[in-house]
């Protein structure tokens, strides 16, 4: 990466939140990136996947599930080796990886919840690469109301049968092992949703196309079929009909992961549009020299810097066990807000070349229009944050 911004600092100066081990771990990411990722990204963008080779590579280098404890494989680390990988993720431009999802959504609900004989079948393989993690949440038609799932999951002796479908699952083509969203008690709405994990190669477990996107085109995104899938009472990640309790209590992870970032991505491309600018010749003069352009992204340089210093304190409050479900909404909500607009700004001050795929500000400028939608939608993070007024 061609960025400015040492590591330890943002556009507020010194960064706090993290200690000189997290800095060197930063360092070992970055090269891992640069070698194994970067290079090949564009590539990955045009056949809408990652190989699964890159997750072996990025497990035998520690790079999954750093928060896992050290017996199934992880580094017993804290969230802010994972905020590392979310952020070198942003600064390279490279958002096929979807090893957030893996390592800090989907591995701390089986660390968490599942049978110790299903924490020793499943956390090592995920720790190395060898098994991909998704959660099958969302459902034609669903959108953000948990309570809407219509996927069933009939308890039958000793199994489960899950029959319904899912839809926009990330990790879905790789996914070797995915926790399904699924009602156990129908008539109870959402204290009748369970979680239960499914693996791949399960009859009647099935993965429909891998879904085309206006962004995040590395990243696979797919369609999940269930029909009559049977797996066992053991596959249950903690009690039956508690499952929207687990959801909510993970959710201020997922949220403060996509605030992170964005934090970095409007760092890292508010420098290249000033490069850019400071470059670009129009009407006899630089781009950045014209006053509304250079207020842009003054206006812009100042937004960033706050967001920065409340995101790093979001993640502080996290790494201390304290942040909140409203908090983590707010951090959610400005960042995705924020770095959707600033972004189309710096890709008006590229001009037509912003437009050109090769350029890194549109892509980037595509790939950030999903954070305003997963993760629950900036409409829902306003009520969250709403019924708290």
């Known amino acids: 990466m061609d960025t400015n911004l040492a590591p330890g600092r943002g556009l507020a100066g010194p960064r706090t939140v993290y200690t000189a081990e997290h800095e060197l771990f930063r360092d070992q990411v970055r090269r891992f990136f640069d070698k194994h990722i970067v290079p090949h990204h564009r590539q990955w963008e045009r056949d809408g996947i990652v190989p699964r080779g890159l997750w072996l590579e990025a497990g035998a280098q520690g790079l999954l599930c750093p928060m896992l404890a050290e017996e199934y494989g992880g580094a017993g680390a804290d969230f802010g080796y994972s905020a590392i990988i979310i952020e070198e993720i942003a600064r390279s431009n490279c958002s096929g990886p979807g090893f ?3 390592s800090d959504i989907v591995v701390p609900y089986i660390a968490d919840l599942a049978t110790p004989e299903r924490k020793r079948d499943w956390l090592p393989g995920m720790a190395r690469g060898e098994i991909i993690g998704a959660i099958a949440m969302t459902e034609p038609g669903m959108g953000s109301d948990l309570k809407a799932v219509r996927t069933t999951a009939r308890r039958d002796g000793d199994h489960y049968v899950i029959n319904g479908s899912k839809t926009f699952i990330s990790n879905g083509q790789n996914a070797g092992l995915v926790i399904v969203v699924a009602k156990t008690d129908p008539a ?31 990243q696979d995104t ?12 053991g596959n249950l990640l903690g009690e039956e009909n508690k499952g929207f309790s ?28 000033v490069s850019y600018t400071r470059d670009r ?9 014209f006053q509304h352009n250079r207020f842009k992204l003054a206006d812009a340089k100042a937004e960033a810097t706050m967001f920065r210093v409340f995101a790093d304190h979001c993640l502080a409050l996290h790494l201390r066990g304290e942040l909140t479900v409203e908090l983590a909404a707010t951090a959610k909500l400005l960042g995705a807000e924020m770095q959707n607009r600033l972004l189309d700004d710096f890709l008006q001050l590229h001009g037509g070349y912003g437009y050109m795929a090769e350029y890194e500000i549109g892509r980037a ?3 950030a229009r999903v954070g305003r939608i997963y993760g629950g939608t900036s409409e829902v993070m306003r009520e969250i944050i709403g019924r708290t007024l």
Request: glycine content about 6%; charged content about 25%.
């Open 222 to 233: 797919s369609e999940l079929f269930f029909d009559d899938v049977r797996v066992p009472v």
């Open 281 to 289: 010749q129009a009407f006899g003069q630089a781009v950045i020299d």
């Open 365 to 367: 400028w595509a790939d």
């Open 246 to 273: 687990y959801l909510i209590r993970n959710l201020p992870q997922e949220r403060l992961v996509i605030a992170i970032r964005a934090a970095t991505s409007m760092e890292v491309m508010l420098e290249k549009t």
């Open 100 to 102: 957030p999802l893996h």
């Open 188 to 218: 109870a709405e959402r204290k009748g949703i369970s979680l239960i994990c499914v693996e791949e190669g399960t009859p009647g477990f099935t993965k429909g196309r891998n879904l085309e996107k206006i962004g995040l085109h590395a």
